[in-house]
């Protein structure tokens, strides 16, 4: 049998595409971050507030979300390995405003974990405190963020998690956009004078 080069390129370049195209970093941006890469909208955030934080020596922050009355959001920071942000409405907002103005964000951040409404909890967790990542890559942390009880974690895995994959790329857009925004209340919050 013989075939002509023109086809069997064509054959190939078609077999290439199709591969490509079923490809979510295709879709997503390439694993190294390319020019084609989504950007990350909580990644410059992420990094801001881990260097304010290590600035104003605290572990700790926490501020009311202005655009909901009667929520708020707090981070702890554990350096050089995991940020971790909880946003909700608190039942007892007046005990919650004397822990900011007092300064106390350790206190909010365990009230917020623990006796806030979990209906309006939002919990990400950022496994390096580098913003949740929007394309795959082999230093994958298990990022994860949590609203109204359910929890996704972004390890590419949607199958895993019972999601088709535009469900996935869906929320984990969506997440970023709202960890960078909580993110910089937090950072508005921890440029103040203490």
């Known amino acids: 049998m013989c075939v002509s080069s023109r086809s069997l390129t064509g054959t190939l370049l078609t077999a290439a595409l199709a591969v490509l195209l079923a490809s979510p970093a295709a879709a997503w941006g390439s694993p190294a971050g390319g020019d084609d890469a989504k950007t990350s909208k909580s990644s410059a955030s992420a990094a801001a507030l881990t260097k304010q934080l290590d600035k104003a020596k605290l572990q700790y922050i926490a501020a009311k979300d202005p655009a909901e009355p009667g929520r708020y959001v707090a981070a702890m920071l554990i350096p050089g390995a995991s940020m971790m942000l909880v946003s909700a409405k608190y039942p007892s ?70 999601l088709t994959q535009a469900e996935y790329f869906s929320t984990l857009e969506q997440a970023d956009a709202q960890y960078a925004r909580l993110l910089d209340l937090l950072i508005a919050e921890a440029q103040k004078p203490r």
């Open 93 to 162: 907002p007046a005990l919650l405003n004397e822990k900011l103005l007092l300064g106390k964000f350790q206190d909010a951040y365990a009230d917020l974990n623990s006796a806030s409404e979990l209906a309006s909890r939002i919990i990400c967790e950022d496994m390096r405190a580098d913003g949740f990542a929007l394309t795959k890559s082999k230093e994958l942390g298990r990022d994860s963020y949590e609203t109204g009880g359910k929890r996704i974690v972004f390890d590419f895995d949607w199958r895993k998690q019972k």
